[in-house]
């Protein structure tokens, strides 16, 4: 297991606990510690188990820079990627996630976990009933444009140790969309699946990175990003440009505007409203700004069309994925 840490002393220690309560023994947890200066490094320091292993960063390197280090120190053939505000939901977390992946094909380059209907969003809960339990490099693709960052949260994650570094590590210049854009392309080279096998508790709290990450419309132009360079690929083999922007539109620009209008309409300002319009109305995607807009009133804001664009765009992607195949 990898632990990169920084300011995290309020939850820290439940998280190691976590891990030292495991029934399965055969286990390793590498912590690396980016700097911290509330507590952190003296609590890491007193940790006597031989099976962690605590570093000490001498510089920041930011959270994916963190995670590339301790993935080059790992030992073991996979490995389970905790938050240092997360923890193992009980001490059969580890035994369970050891039976899944021996279940799985050897070229499994990752597994998200906790992947359960239980979802307020109704994205989310037909992506749960949509999504194959192995998905293909043919198919990945696509499954990330039209739903995001499947894996979510760090911590839903383990991952075949040698496939990070050969897929090219986490890029260290994308802070707030490395994960989203890291996934995506391993997806590319290698199938991966999804469970509903419980592992990790994602804890959920003010002061947790998908918070304090885009306060102020940081993500957006990264976002932008991942997003564009999925619908260029996704283009390129075929798929409809029309559904593909009006997904993009309705999924990503509508959702960022519809946060930029609430914190304008509470006084905080149009600072976040002015970078969707910088970024994502200027996005190989957009429509255009005047189009854009008239797509978020009639989604409603994005909370429409979600699910039947989706659909369309799957039902889509099986025919030309079959044409190609068949021609190819």
């Not at 580890?94 to 499994?108: D, F, G």
């Amino acid at each position: 297991m990898v632990m990169p840490t920084y300011n995290g002393m309020q939850f820290l220690e439940q998280a190691v606990d976590s891990v030292l309560a495991q029934s399965y023994q055969d286990w390793e947890l590498l912590i690396s510690d980016d700097g911290s200066g509330d507590g952190t490094r003296e609590y890491l320091s007193k940790i006597r188990d031989a099976r962690v292993r605590v570093y000490f960063q001498p510089q920041n390197l930011g959270i994916f820079g963190n995670l590339n280090f301790l993935f080059s120190q790992v030992s073991h053939e996979i490995t389970q990627i905790l938050c240092q505000d997360d923890y193992l939901v009980d001490a059969g977390a580890l035994e369970r996630l050891q039976e899944r992946w021996s279940t799985m094909p050897a070229e499994t380059a990752f597994l998200r976990s906790n992947h359960s209907l239980d979802s307020n969003s109704v994205l989310s809960r037909y992506e749960a009933s949509a999504l194959p339990s192995i998905i293909v490099p043919d198919n990945s693709d696509l499954f990330f444009f039209i739903f995001g960052c499947i894996p979510g949260n760090l911590s839903n994650v383990s991952v075949r140790s040698d496939a990070v570094k050969e897929a090219g590590w986490f890029r260290t210049d994308l802070p707030y969309a490395g994960d989203f854009e890291f996934w995506s392309r391993l997806g590319r080279w290698r199938p991966w699946a999804i469970a509903s096998v419980p592992v990790t508790h994602v804890r959920g709290h003010r002061g947790q990175a998908s918070v304090t990450l885009n306060r102020k419309g940081e993500l957006i132009a990264q976002a932008r990003e991942v997003v564009e360079s999925l619908y260029d690929r996704l283009s390129e083999q075929g798929h409809s440009r029309r559904l593909l922007r009006l997904m993009a539109t309705v999924n990503y620009t509508s959702q960022h505007r519809h946060r930029g209008l609430k914190e304008a309409i509470r006084g905080k300002g149009n600072e976040y409203l002015g970078i969707v319009a910088l970024e994502m109305d200027a996005a190989r995607f957009s429509f255009g700004a005047a189009v854009d807009w008239l797509i978020y009133f009639g989604s409603l804001g994005g909370k429409m069309w979600r699910v039947p664009l989706a659909k369309q765009l799957l039902k889509s992607g099986s025919r030309d994925l079959m044409k190609r195949n068949a021609t190819g």
